[in-house]
């Protein structure tokens, strides 16, 4: 059986949400940072920029959102996350989903 995942992001009123681009395979991507999300997600559409070539490994949990829906995933990728001014790299997994406007980092 799969684990399952949280995945936690809230909207406020009048609060933004907190952005940014990093590189992802040296390819720029803007994420949310979710700090109450365990788990690091791509689109598709993203995910086959980055990670070309790379073969996709079934997702290791289902992912609930914080109202209990399932976010469906169709793979897990793994990729280099660079920051664009330090150079500081860290290989991190990605769920992939079919959803385009799903970036987010987490944890």
């Known amino acids: 059986m799969a684990e399952t995942e949280s995945l936690l992001a809230l909207e406020n009123e009048g609060r933004k949400r907190v952005h940014s681009n990093v590189l992802v395979n040296d390819v720029k991507a803007r994420f949310l940072l979710d700090c109450g999300s365990s788990v690091n997600i791509l689109p598709r559409s993203i995910a086959a ?15 609930r959102m914080f109202d209990a829906t ?23 997994d990605f769920y992939v989903t079919e959803r385009d406007r799903e970036t987010n980092l987490g944890h």
């Open 49 to 63: 920029r980055v990670c070309q070539g790379q073969n996709m490994r079934p997702p290791s949990s289902t992912l």
């Open 70 to 92: 399932e976010l469906a995933t169709i793979g897990m990728v793994t990729a280099t996350l660079k920051h664009p001014r330090t150079g500081e790299q860290l290989e991190v």
